[in-house]
């Protein structure tokens, strides 16, 4: 095989309680990419469409995760990239994580798939370092693994699967502003009260239970933020009003997705789901402010190949 065309998809990282360690893989929405091997040695963005870009391999997050790759399978061949971008940067449903990984994935199914999927993610990670300006996993290992995953650590990197229950589906509304990864972080908070940290832990640690047990009920207890939600939302519009809404409609829970300006709902059933969007709708065509709206199963297989 010399050429392949893969489909990249969002994530929803964090996902309330989890904070640079939680992360879920969408469905509906993604980028695609067509990779193919060259007698040149070395890593080539040949083209882009969707957004504007850098071709610089070591300035691309797609050509440094590959760079990543090939300085340690050393083949005896190059790559072209293709770069078919339709989650916006700065969307916070994975952009850069979706480039990483999918130039990675895609490399790694050319040479035979020498690399597992964590190897995957440490390589992506490389590249998702130029964008969020700090090495970390929580929308790669989704968008490699599928489904839920909780990245227990990143020094050694060490990744866990978790169990995704059939009826659950997420809604997503993305105001078409841009909030970049490393500004929203430079607002959080340096140190956390300990009543917060222990409130928050218990909360991760309740909703891995209850992803196990398919405990929807549970998974809507642990649906909360106390340390990061309160920051960032700020930053974004109407933020509260979609929470409301979201919740009042039946949603499990209701938060920011990565680092905004998306934000996500969790529900039981598509029909849940689709009134929550309805009622997010609602909210948001009011504000003059242009949206997205998408709702979707969660994605349990993470990358897949198209041709």
């Known amino acids: ?100 990984a999918g130039s990675v994935f895609g490399i790694n199914e050319l040479l035979g798939r020498p690399y597992n999927k964590k190897i995957l993610t440490y390589f992506a990670m490389k590249g998702e370092a130029i964008a969020s300006k700090c090495e970390h996993a929580d929308n790669l290992a989704p968008a490699i693994f599928g489904g839920f995953v909780l990245v227990k650590s990143i ?63 549970l998974i809507s207890k642990s649906l909360h933020d106390e340390i990061i939600e309160p920051y960032r939302s700020q930053l974004i519009p109407h933020f509260s009003d979609v929470k409301k809404a979201a919740l009042k409609a039946g949603a499990l829970g209701c938060s920011i997705s990565g680092s905004g300006p998306s934000i996500f709902s969790l529900s039981k059933g598509i029909k849940t789901a689709k009134d929550v969007e309805v009622a997010i709708n609602n909210i948001y065509k009011t504000t003059g402010i242009e949206f997205d709206m998408f709702v979707c199963k969660i994605n349990t297989e993470g990358m897949k190949i198209i041709s």
């Not at 391999?57 to 590959?66: L, M, R």
């Not at 309740?206 to 405990?215: G, R, Y």
Request: proline fraction near 6%; hydrophobic fraction near 40%; aromatic fraction near 6%.
């Open 155 to 217: 020094t050694p990197l060490e990744i866990l699967q978790l169990p995704t229950p059939d009826d659950l589906y997420v809604t997503v509304i993305h105001p078409q502003i841009e909030i970049k990864t490393a500004e929203a972080r430079a607002i959080l908070p340096k140190e956390i009260p300990l009543q917060k940290a222990i409130t928050q832990w218990a909360n991760l640690g309740s909703l891995v239970h209850a992803l196990h047990s398919n405990d929807y009920d």
């Open 1 to 100: 095989m010399n050429e392949i065309k893969i489909f990249c998809p969002g994530t929803v990282s964090n996902v309330a309680c989890g904070f640079d360690v939680l992360g879920f893989c969408l469905d509906k929405v993604g980028d695609e990419m067509i990779i193919r091997r060259t007698s040149k040695k070395g890593i080539y963005i040949t083209k882009i469409e969707g957004y504007d870009l850098p071709y610089e391999t070591e300035k691309n997050v797609a050509g440094v995760s590959a760079l990543a790759l090939i300085e340690d399978a050393k083949p005896d061949c190059g790559f072209e990239i293709e770069i078919y971008k339709k989650i916006k940067p700065g969307s916070g449903i994975g952009s850069s994580a979706a480039s990483a």
